[in-house]
């Protein structure tokens, strides 16, 4: 089978564009399963249940998140009510929403598992996505053989280190957060795929997806400057990984960029 993990999408901009790529790919690429990371869908930082919503019915099969879940107050209840929207699995353990989920491939009906951690290094304080991760593996393997998990993170080191440590225990381990895209897409000799950071669905002529004179402006004055989601033509990007069913193993990766004009 067939899975598609989609970067950090930025705003208004990333939705659309994915909106517009996603039925395309789903066809021509035969895709089983999409992941989209949503954490920055709504404004350009953090999603609420409208935007969730739009990329649910664009054909995102499940939301992944990060350190901006929370931006959006009403997106708590949603959390509560919907598991097809992530939040980092080593979170506190009573905050809302869970941290995995399965839900059944499209086409087979495959049950396909996906875990959303968060790193630690350079990032907000949060658990041990080490143990946090291989403390529920055997309660996601026993649900499921395809498992994708999306490392959240701003250290390459430390999702690198996550891909070794999973190796041969889940499908894939794709990184996000960075919303620039690397080249290091291998199979790991155990099978699973990885990929340090999938890049975003956000606009091409930004940095990282916002205005560039804002950022611009912030580096220079090191003043507080509102940042707003650029304009312009937007980049699609992400992984697309092959799975052997019966056995979760991965057999390839390949990265995905498609360019959505303005």
């Known amino acids: 089978m067939r899975l598609l993990f989609l970067g950090d999408v930025v705003g208004r901009p990333g939705r659309r564009a994915l909106a517009s790529v996603?039925?395309?790919?789903?066809?021509?690429?035969?895709?089983?399963?999409?992941?989209?990371?949503?954490?920055?869908?709504?404004?350009?930082?953090?999603?609420?249940?409208?935007?969730?919503?739009e990329l649910r019915d664009a054909g995102v099969d499940v939301l992944t998140s990060g350190n901006h879940i929370w931006q959006s107050r009403d997106i708590v209840p949603y959390l509560c009510e919907n598991q097809r929207l992530l939040r980092p699995l080593n979170f506190a353990p009573d905050v809302p929403g869970v941290g995995w989920t399965v839900r059944p491939a499209r086409r087979s009906g495959t049950p396909v598992a996906v875990v959303n951690l968060i790193g630690r290094t350079f990032m907000p304080p949060a658990a041990c996505p080490f143990r946090a991760v291989e403390d529920i593996l055997p309660a996601v393997q026993q649900e499921a053989r395809v498992i994708l998990v999306d490392m959240h993170g701003e250290a390459t080191s430390e999702k690198v280190a996550m891909g070794w440590f999973l190796d041969g225990k889940v499908s894939a381990v794709v990184g996000s957060h960075t919303h620039v895209q690397t080249a290091d897409e291998t199979v790991l000799p155990g099978g699973t795929a990885f990929l340090t950071d999938a890049g975003m669905c956000g606009p091409e002529h930004s940095v990282l997806g916002v205005r560039t004179d804002q950022v611009i402006a912030r580096f220079r004055s090191q003043m507080p400057v509102r940042f707003d989601v650029a304009s312009g033509p937007?980049?699609?990007?992400?992984?697309?990984?092959?799975?052997?069913?019966?056995?979760?193993?991965?057999?390839?990766?390949?990265?995905?960029?498609?360019?959505?004009?303005?």
Do not use: C, W, Y
């Open 22 to 53: 996603l039925p395309g790919l789903r066809r021509d690429a035969e895709i089983d399963f999409v992941v989209a990371n949503g954490e920055n869908a709504s404004n350009g930082k953090g999603i609420n249940p409208r935007g969730a919503e």
């Open 234 to 262: 937007v980049l699609v990007q992400g992984a697309m990984i092959d799975v052997d069913e019966t056995t979760g193993h991965a057999t390839a990766i390949r990265r995905v960029r498609e360019r959505v004009p303005a």
